[in-house]
């Protein structure tokens, strides 16, 4: 069973930074795709950022030239640097890897930016 743990959310102030980690339980080779997406209370989950395991990258409109995915193979670590953060930004973050036409997801990690 793919396992998937989020870390590093928090409070920020609007402006700041963040860093969050996706630890797999797994070579991220082995995922087709792999990303992150988020949930606002009130509001359905929405995709941040993916990539594919041919290379692509895709970001939402919201956060481009804001936020970067990137990834650590041999910690089987992926992460979201989030920069110039919003109150817009404030939700719970969840990680997403995509295997075999299956979607599994962690647990989610909150981050929330105060004006």
């Avoid at 082995?30 to 990258?57: C, H, I, N």
Wanted: charged share 15%; proline share 2%; with cysteine.
């Amino acid at each position: 069973q793919v396992q998937l743990v989020e870390s590093g959310g928090g409070l920020v102030q609007a402006g700041g930074s963040l860093r969050l980690s996706c630890a797999a339980s797994e070579s991220i080779f082995s995922f087709d795709a792999m990303g992150w997406y988020r949930q606002a209370p009130g509001k359905q989950r929405e995709l941040v950022t993916t990539f594919a395991r041919g290379g692509s990258t895709n970001y939402a409109g919201s956060v481009k030239g804001r936020f970067t995915i990137s990834r650590d193979n041999a910690q089987n670590t992926v992460y979201l640097q989030m920069n110039i953060l919003k109150p817009e930004d404030t939700a719970v973050y969840y990680c997403n890897a995509k295997k075999n036409w299956a979607s599994y997801w962690g647990q989610g990690t909150q981050v929330t930016v105060s004006s």
